[in-house]
């Protein structure tokens, strides 16, 4: 039996568990599930009734130890500035680690302590960063194969509301991590564009947008942090036009964009109030820019009507935001949610030049069930089983651009219907 | 004989060694400047043969304890990242210390022992924050005493170049750290307006300035970080207004704003050349806005002209335009630099309303020996003397807020000429 963990069984951890509740006695995989609340491992418990449960808080240096130490595969679903207190007790009991986060500069330099002890740390093995990166690879690898130039990689995902389920002025909900959707962009964002790197700031991220046709719906795109730092990873060294966006229903970014202009999301500076304060009075201390577009207007009223007092006396203008955006912006129960990936390579073969568009579109069955909790959840546990199995076997600190990686968990994907359609035309 | 030592001999300790090494023989002061540049240190020597100097790299740890142990006080002129490491030393010795810098978090934390061991760490002693405290805190105070009541303190500060050398359509050049002056108001800035807090995000900052008037002449002011952590520490708990700002030359900071709107001053990011590049073609990844203001455009056009290749190829935006800058608003050695202090501050006593003026205004001799040097080093100095003289003995990490610290300091200022005029009018 191979014994393979799951840390964390928040949000995104049904369908992880899932896969492997449901390939475990087939394949000889002994699975257990730590979160640090007994209330969701007894849920969990009682609907896979299959593993095992423990309850370990991540800050107890001896339970989380014991409970790393006699497992061949841990998959990290914890906050990610935890993943590298996890990746320690991992090399130092020889267990293989997959996380869906971004590779921090921490956790690089534990690359050649993981090769000398024949360790994998796989990470960015979500939806995006993750399966971008594995459907991306198979595509850039396969046009490789069949001698095509690669002239053009753009790359666009969402993580959207289905519209049937769109009933605020926002038309959108939060479906993955709300902090990370309050700060989206705060970093400013670089491409490369006909071989000019552009970057661009924060303040005007949301008002460079652009429309993006998929399937005869347009979607709005802002761009997605630094995406030259996957130019070499996806072996494009010579491209002259790299792109990574994000998507959103068109409108929206206008809207988000009147509350980055006004300062509302920034986490730079707490403000403490003595006493309680309303939204109203709140918002007199920021400056928002009354706007031309009717749809705005009525996205701010909604959002700060009946908002009542602000949550967090002492607290970042982004902190109080987030707090009233997740009353605003909750799921119900039975929302669907979707997730919509989109990659547009252009490229050169046989002396023409072609598109090729790849989408994937995928809408979720409720709250939980969501098409981000799959998208996010089936790539680590497919891959935790791959590792455990032995199929993958690159040691190191890995991203999931390598074919003894994606070709195998795109296979297993599909078998959960999570599939990627191509279209290939001519442009000249 | 009380052992004093100037850790840092770079730019801004001119004046504060000069000071020592004045006084020194008459008050028993044995000086000793520590560098990590021989050449600096002999310089040093050359010009003030009474002192010691001791060749130490600040990450030497064998070194720096050495040099610190023997002595009463240090004044820390390093970068401000390196002070808790001298602090960590100092506490381990018993020796007192005075630094410029804002007090960090990390810090704050070593208040408790400093206490317990009796060892004063006096920190924000220069010219803002430092002299601002210090009159300040001696306005207030008066004024308290007098039985008014404070309804607005406005504060503002400038580091400039003296008019007579504005020889560039910037009106600016470095008089001080040209990171600081690249990265000012990266947090955005917060105060408190007619008992309103308020906020302005960075992309803000530098539109929404005020003109202030100060003896006749007129200066632009931009907002200057959190001024709200100071209206405690102040003692105006109730007042309705308080603001700290920037000072600059009027015209200045639409011209620096377009550097800021096109996310030139942006260190989020770092971008990577392979090759060497043309500052036209590293723009072109920018968006500068076209001003209708024809002194922004000559500006620009000054700053970019002739600007050759950018000297970083792996670099934050910021990083290159501080190369650049450094170039281009570099001091002659015969220009002389201008501080500019005022303190507008309405109070209500006996039934009127007044309003109490107090200007600084101090021009530099030349690069080196500046205003900035001197309103910078000349308070650590004198602190640095009044703690090896037991005149300051209020132990902990502390703020020069306190009486025992702001009446000698002044007094001592001001026997060096660092003098506020005063100016009350009564408003109704």
Redesign the interface.
Known sequence: MKKILVFGAGLTAYYAIKYLADHGPARQWEITVADANQETLNACKNEFPGIHIAKVDVFDAEKRAAVIKPCNVVISLLPNYFHVLVARDCIDFGVHLVTPSYVTADMNKLNNETISKNIIILNELGLDPGIDHLSSMNIINRLKEQGATIKSYKSYCGGLISRKNCDNPWEYKFTWNPYNVIRAG?????NLENN?????????LFR?TKIIEANNESFEMYLN??S?RYISLYGLDQVPTFLRGTLRYPGFCKKWNSLV???LT?D??E???ANDISWD?FL????IEKSDDGDTQKALEWLFKDAGDIELKTAT?AANLQKLLEKKWKMNPADKDRVVMLHEIEYEKDGRKELLKSLMDLEGEDARKSAMAKTVGLPLAIAAGLIADGIIKTFGVILPVISEVYRPVLAALSSEDIEFKEEISVIS
């Open positions: 705060s970093d400013g964002a670089m000019q790197l552009r970057y661009v700031p924060y303040h005007r460079e942090r630094d030259t202009d006004a300062g920034s730079k500076i403000m403490t109030f009075k007199n201390g920021f400056s203008p």
